[in-house]
């Protein structure tokens, strides 16, 4: 198995941190994983993009032209990686703020209104937590109690009310596949 | 079998982390992109050990610095990316022509000039064949994963002190700003020489001269000859390589550092495919592994030299086959990461073409 995830929106969207606790629930498990973010002035206030490949082999290049699957948190990272998407390659997006209808040929679109539920819950910057929990419940790729225990061990005090509102958020997104 | 304890973090932030696990004290620097996360990292990092970092005014300031904490006896480093090590080739001169030992990181970015802070491997000539002026080396590194951004670095500053010489890690913006899980392997300090030059105060003994100015009668060639001698050394002894299936390859790929790590990707796709293809890897670039590809040229083998340049190490690898088989190159210059599907492409033709 080896998959290769492009995740992409602005800067300020947590795109890097959604990709890093992917890779830290990877370790976890004892996979090779690389992380590779998009890096220098492209970040100011712009785009933000990072890759993660998950495998159970040797990862040779950690960058990847043609993603296995995308996560895209904004409009113009949609109409950016889009055309780079494999065929049959899985479209994660934000649809509270991708409103329009996706011309879903030769993809396999998962529409995760993660801004909203994020909102619901009083936490709307938080909706890259949303989308992790929606992409773990939907992929399967790694267990949902890896990614939940990365935020069990808080070393740092002030980060333990963070990692209590990131856990709940990862749970919603789960439910939200898991139910709808 | 135990689990090995694991790490992760950014490229960078492990070769900072593996420098102060080697004994690094010294540290002085001046930010450039994609290697900021070294002096950021150590600026938190040496205070606990005690240690000094220096932000200097400027590229010249920082390695001037770490000659002088070199000359006092201390494991110094710096680092900087492409033009800021350009500025620092002076120094490096200076550090080489009066043997002292210094660790140099470039994180390498597109260049000529500025050029861009996209990864490239286009300072390879400057690292391997000199760089500053006079005749000297750099002993050089290239890793291409974390664990040798780890485990080279820890040995760089050992090889340093072993031989008196600058001794420089020669990444790229992938392998700095990449993360993956690596083994923080423990520092083990090998028995070196004591370091019996240092300049530490000549309270009851005779005073030290540390200096790269020779100008009585023979003196600089007799420098000079120390210095071969030590390169002649380290050929035969530090020479670092690895092998991938190249027993009974047909076409042998030769990349080092990220190149050869996604040239990997493609190597192995195409041995699944039943193609008779290797790659060799050379891990120091000087002493560069000369012996091991000539050892592998003959009986109608190929090579395939890949950079991300226009073709520098190609230069190195047709002086090692000496006209034994037939060397062909692929390279993209200014700062292009390869991605495997290119490679893939390419290596197929090269395979495909009788030689």
């Given at each position: 198995m080896q998959k290769s995830i492009i995740i992409a929106g602005s800067g300020g969207q947590g795109i890097l941190f959604l990709g890093r606790v992917l890779t830290s629930a990877s370790m976890i498990e004892r996979k090779e994983v690389t992380w590779f973010p998009s890096y220098g002035a492209e970040m100011r206030g712009g785009t933000a993009n990072c890759t993660v490949i998950i495998s159970d082999e040797m990862i040779g290049?950690?960058?990847?032209?043609?993603?296995?699957i995308l996560i895209v948190m904004n409009r113009a990272s949609l109409d950016r990686f889009r055309p780079s998407l494999r065929k049959k390659g899985m479209l994660f997006y934000d649809s509270s703020l991708i409103t329009e209808k996706l011309a879903k040929k030769d993809i396999i679109a998962v529409p995760v209104p993660s801004t909203n539920i994020a909102g619901d819950m009083?936490?709307?910057?938080?909706?890259n937590m949303v989308m992790l929990g929606a992409f773990i419940a939907k992929t399967?790729?790694?267990?949902k109690t890896s990614i939940i225990s990365i935020f069990?061990?808080?070393?740092?005090?002030?980060k333990i009310e963070a990692f209590r509102a990131n856990k709940e958020l990862v749970r919603k997104g789960i439910d939200y596949i898991e139910n709808t | 079998m135990p689990k090995k304890k694991m790490l992760l973090m950014k490229g960078n932030e492990a070769l900072a982390e593996a420098a102060v696990h080697a004994g690094c004290r010294f540290y002085a620097g001046y930010p450039i992109t994609p290697q900021n996360e070294i002096p950021e990292y150590l600026s938190r990092r040496m205070p606990e050990v005690e240690g000094i970092f220096i932000q200097a005014e400027s590229e010249l300031a920082a390695v001037n610095m770490v000659y002088g904490a070199a000359a006092a006896g201390a494991r110094a480093m710096t680092s900087s990316s492409s033009p800021g090590i350009s500025l620092k080739q002076e120094a490096i001169s200076f550090l080489a022509g009066a043997e002292l030992p210094a660790v140099i990181v470039n994180i390498q970015r597109g260049?000529?000039?500025?050029?861009?802070?996209t990864a490239s491997q286009a300072d390879y000539f400057q690292a391997v064949k000199?760089?500053?002026?006079?005749?000297y080396h750099c002993m050089v590194f290239s890793p291409f994963n974390l664990q040798e951004m780890w485990d080279l670095t820890m040995r760089a500053f050992d090889k340093a002190d072993q031989y008196r010489t600058p001794v420089m890690i020669l990444g790229d913006g992938v392998v700095g700003q990449m993360m993956e899980p690596f083994h923080p392997t423990p520092y083990k300090r090998p028995r070196l020489p004591r370091?019996?030059?240092?300049?530490?105060?000549?309270k009851g003994r005779g005073p030290r001269v540390v200096r790269s100015l020779c100008m009585g009668t023979g003196e600089l060639e007799q420098r000079n000859l120390i210095l071969q001698k030590k390169y002649e050394l380290m050929k035969k002894q530090e020479v670092m390589c690895e092998e991938y299936?190249?027993?009974?390859?047909?076409l042998i790929v030769v990349a080092f550092g990220i190149a050869a790590r996604i040239g990997l990707s493609a190597v192995k796709e195409l041995r699944k495919e039943g193609r008779k293809i290797g790659l060799f890897r050379p891990i120091t670039l000087f002493p560069f592994p000369a012996k091991q590809i000539a050892a592998l040229s003959g009986k109608g083998r190929r090579f395939m030299v890949i950079e991300?340049?226009?073709?520098?190490?190609v230069e190195d690898v047709r002086l090692a086959v000496n006209g034994k088989a037939d060397v062909q190159f692929y390279g993209r210059p200014g700062g292009v990461v390869f991605t495997p599907e290119e490679l893939y492409g390419k290596l197929k033709s090269a395979y495909g073409r009788r030689g």
């Open positions: 290049s950690p960058v990847v032209m043609i993603p296995d009083g936490n709307p910057k938080s909706a399967g790729i790694l267990r069990d061990d808080a070393t740092d005090p002030r | 260049g000529p000039g500025l050029g861009n802070i000199g760089g500053g002026h006079g005749d370091k019996s030059w240092v300049l530490n105060g000549a299936d190249t027993k009974d390859a047909a991300m340049n226009a073709g520098q190490m």
